[in-house]
């Protein structure tokens, strides 16, 4: 079985001191080393942003793609070889703006895919503009008189688009949110964990403090997560009180499991010798 | 009467959802049962019902690369067919339209045709009961006037419609059939047209988008991602209709950028990999275009062209992305780009392009237009076994094993192709990384090191370079004309080079076939050994012509260059070559 330090490479972050991006990435590395995955058996699709470059720090099979276009090669990398356990990671700027289209086509389909949001309501690496998910009034360097949109509620948009596993972590809380990942990991199907995370360098407004008098956890609460319309009303908390956990799960068949093609071996396997096109050429004849 | 013998162009004109596509493919069909060769080639706008459509087949009995502008029989479906086209037809030619249809007027036009009357919508209300199958009916009349067996109709409907269940395929027999026994004794005797069986070859007759998806199929396609765009979807449809029965996975993407990173996923894992779109699609397209050189995934972009720039003319042909497609995506990288010119061509290049992809680890771009992705041609079975299946350096678990480190992007090699492993090997650990990145794919910015990826990636293209198909001259030697073109405008090119014959001028052509690289030495040899040379392509700019001088130093001045989105008729270079 592998251990922690499996899973690290020798890079080092080049984060700010204090980044919620910390708390993820440890407590990813911990959940799949509980979820008993081992490095080669894993393929972690990066967008771009500060969460993107996590990249370089985990040891496994690693693909860093475009601004938020994670989703659609992790979807595709899942077909070819569903025996491979496929984790996505992004910003809250690359899926919920640049890729907000992917992220609801690719829940329609429920492939097997864990996808781990680091949100942190703001941009850090191009230096600080407003997010997605910024508050209303939020003021930055792209909108300095306050931002006029309101902001995306992902978990809202997860469930109305008919996920099978909508959670909500907290970079504070390592323990919570190491086991929330492993159940999205066994999760049969897509399963988001949207991060709430500090920005501690260019967004003085959802600070660590900020998130850790709002934030509970749903399962204290006896909060039970089969209920989609429950879940929605949970969803759309924020201000004095955040939801944290599983705010809804089911099973429903996967995108792999309805394609036949799948069934006798991973596509990547198919041999191809012997094709024969003489039905094709016959239909023409 | 003297007929002329198997060699005519049946044309059927009327608007959008009547039919007009499936009744052409049934004529052209049943011609080439019959041991002849059809061409054939459809207009249509980008409207679901309504508009003006056509369908023309040109049939003979010698391999036909391309229509002409004369027509024999025209099916006029509306007045517009006939408003539009009854200048087209030979002297003698018959125009069969329905007198019950009051929109419908032939009084006061050209005496030199042969007007056939035919209630088609009644013929086909009383046999079918549906009006609708009023083309079913005209397809009957247009083979009796040319004496054309009816039995070989009858079996191509029954191979057409048999999955549809026994009923339709009667319905469409006594429809036909019913269109065939109205014609006169006295009508067929005015015409001046007929067709023969010959020994059949057992042709097929087949698009090029069919050929691309059936290349691909052969080599081995396993994953498919598109959206919808014409005139590139019926690649998509095909491959779709065909997926379970190869065991492809075809995804239908909610966008174009989803679908190239679709299909960089499946081919990061081994998949062989590929998506086709047209020019708007391809726009989108750019960014993971580039993606996959960096990351060196093989994955193969069908762009089937149409006239630009944004929606353009959806459903018409160009050439004007040739440029495009040499310089997409940023910054600079290998850019493999081929062209096909005809349906064979097309099946047999797209699974070279697959190889191609797989070797050098990079995507690769196959271009085509409408006027060769929807035509249909007449030509010899293809055969999956001229098909050789090469699936580069893949590193296996044993080599693995054995490795004290395993470098993905090992700068060494002197052909730049560094084995690929996959998700799952032990040992075999990387980083497919868009940033700039060292041998194992970390993120690296150094000076050293981008220098270093650079060439890496470059040594690929030149390792090709050295050893890609050369171009050669086809056709006669020593011609008084040779034509430089690439892509669909062969067809017209061969067609034109036939009649010129008819004029004692002997003539061959260079076809470009890989524009990148491009085969600089060859090209420039043959060139300066040429007479006349006239470059022939359908776009505005001569984008072929500028790359050959850019490449060569080599100008070609004669030029003849179509952009109103039609494609060229022989005759218009036959008429160039007399004139100038």
């Known amino acids: ?285 | 009467m003297m007929k002329i013998v198997n060699n005519v162009t049946w044309k059927i004109g009327g608007e959008a959802g009547e039919g007009i596509m499936v009744t052409g493919i049934l004529f052209s069909r049943a011609c080439v049962r019959a041991g002849l060769k059809a061409f054939d080639y459809t207009e249509y706008p980008s409207l679901i019902r309504g508009g003006h459509n056509t369908y023309l087949a040109q049939v003979g009995e010698e391999d036909i690369f391309s229509h002409d502008r004369s027509v024999e029989i025209l099916v006029a479906l509306n007045q517009e067919t006939i408003d539009a086209h009854v200048h087209e037809l030979s002297a003698g030619g018959a125009v069969v339209y329905d007198p019950d249809d009051k929109k419908v007027n032939v009084s006061g036009l050209r005496k030199d045709l042969v007007y056939v009357p035919l209630p088609m919508a009644k013929i086909a209300s009383e046999i079918a009961g549906n009006r609708l199958m009023r083309n079913t009916v005209a397809l009957g009349t247009s083979f009796a006037l040319l004496q054309f067996p009816k039995e070989i109709v009858h079996t191509v409907m029954k191979d057409v419609f048999g999955s549809k269940g026994k009923e339709v395929v009667q319905q469409n027999i006594d429809t036909f059939n019913g269109g065939y026994d109205s014609v006169s004794k006295q009508q067929i005797e005015r015409f001046g047209w007929k067709l023969e069986k010959r020994k059949p070859h057992g042709d097929i007759v087949i698009t090029g988008n069919d050929a691309i998806a059936i290349g691909a199929i052969a080599a081995g396609v396993k994953f498919y991602s598109a959206y919808p765009m014409t005139p590139a979807s019926s690649i998509l449809t095909y491959i779709a209709e065909h997926a379970e029965q190869y065991s492809i996975v075809v995804k239908h993407a909610e966008d174009e950028i989803s679908v190239i990173n679709m299909a960089i996923g499946a081919g990061h894992m081994g998949v062989r990999s590929m998506c086709a779109t047209s020019g708007g699609g391809f726009a989108l397209m750019n960014e993971g275009y580039g993606l996959a050189a960096i990351t060196e995934t093989p994955v193969l972009l069908v762009l089937v062209q149409r006239p630009g720039p944004a929606t353009g003319l959806p459903t018409w042909t160009g050439q004007g992305d040739l440029q495009y497609a040499l310089h997409a995506a940023q910054g600079e990288f290998p850019r493999f780009v081929l062209a096909p010119g005809d349906v064979t061509e097309a099946f047999e290049m797209t699974a070279e392009a697959m190889n191609v992809a797989e070797e050098y680890q990079s995507p690769v771009i196959l271009l085509s237009d409408k006027q060769l992705a929807e035509s249909h041609s007449t030509v010899a079975p293809f055969d999956s076994s001229t098909i050789e299946i090469r699936r580069g350096k893949r590193i296996t678990q044993k080599q693995l094993n054995a490795m004290r480190e395993y470098k993905r992007f090992d700068v060494s090699t002197k052909d730049g192709v560094s084995p690929r492993s996959f998700p799952g090997m032990k040992n075999g650990m990387y980083i497919a990384n868009s940033d700039e990145h060292d041998e194992q794919g970390f993120s690296e910015e150094s000076s050293k090191n981008a220098i270093a990826m650079f060439q890496k990636r470059q040594r690929k293209f030149e390792d090709f370079q050295s050893k890609m198909p050369q171009p050669e001259l086809h056709g006669e030697k020593n011609a008084d004309v040779t034509f430089v073109f690439w892509g669909s405008v062969k067809g017209a090119v061969r067609e034109a080079m036939k009649k010129l014959r008819e004029y004692n001028l002997t003539s061959n052509f260079l076809q470009i076939t890989w524009m990148s690289p491009f085969p600089t030495q060859a090209v420039s040899k043959l060139l300066k050994s040429c007479k006349r040379v006239v470059l022939i392509e359908n776009n505005r700019e001569g984008q072929l012509g500028n790359l050959i001088r850019q490449q060569t130093g080599f100008a070609i001045d004669e030029q003849i260059l179509k952009y109103d989105g039609r494609p060229f008729f022989p005759e218009e270079i036959v008429d160039y070559i007399n004139k100038e």
């Open chain 1, 1 to 285: 079985m592998a251990i922690v330090k499996d899973f690290e490479t020798k890079r080092f972050p080049t984060w700010c001191p204090g980044c919620g991006n910390f708390g993820i990435w440890t407590t990813l590395k911990q959940a799949l080393v509980k979820a008993g995955f081992e490095p080669h058996q894993v393929l972690i699709v990066f967008g771009v942003g500060c969460s993107g470059n996590e990249t370089n720090l985990i040891h496994g099979y690693g693909f860093h793609g475009l601004h938020g276009r994670a989703l659609p090669v992790a979807h595709g990398a899942k077909i070819a070889r569903r025996n491979t356990k496929v984790i996505v990671v992004g910003g809250d700027g690359d899926g919920y703006g640049e890729g907000l289209a992917h992220f609801i086509h690719t829940i329609r389909g429920n492939p097997e895919l864990t996808y781990i949001v680091h949100d942190n309501q703001v941009y850090g690496l191009t230096k600080g503009q407003t997010s997605p998910t910024s508050e209303k009034g939020y003021k930055s360097s792209s909108t300095p008189s306050g931002v006029i949109e309101k902001p995306i509620n992902p978990l809202s948009l997860a469930l109305a688009a008919e996920a099978t596993f909508v959670a909500q972590g907290f970079s504070g809380n390592a323990a919570h949110l190491t086991d929330l990942i492993v159940k999205a990991l066994e999760h049969p199907g897509f399963s988001l964990v949207n991060v709430l995370q500090p920005c501690v360098t260019f967004n003085h407004h959802n600070t660590f403090q900020w998130f850790y008098r709002r934030v509970y956890d749903l399962a204290k609460e006896g909060y039970v997560p089969n209920d989609r319309m429950k879940a929605i009303e949970r969803a759309r908390e924020w201000g004095d009180k955040i939801p944290l956990g599983v705010l809804f799960e089911e099973v429903r068949d996967t995108y792999e499991e309805d394609l036949p093609q799948l069934v006798k071996m991973p596509l990547a396997d198919e041999p191809l010798d012997d094709i024969d096109i003489s039905p094709l050429v016959k239909e023409l004849q």
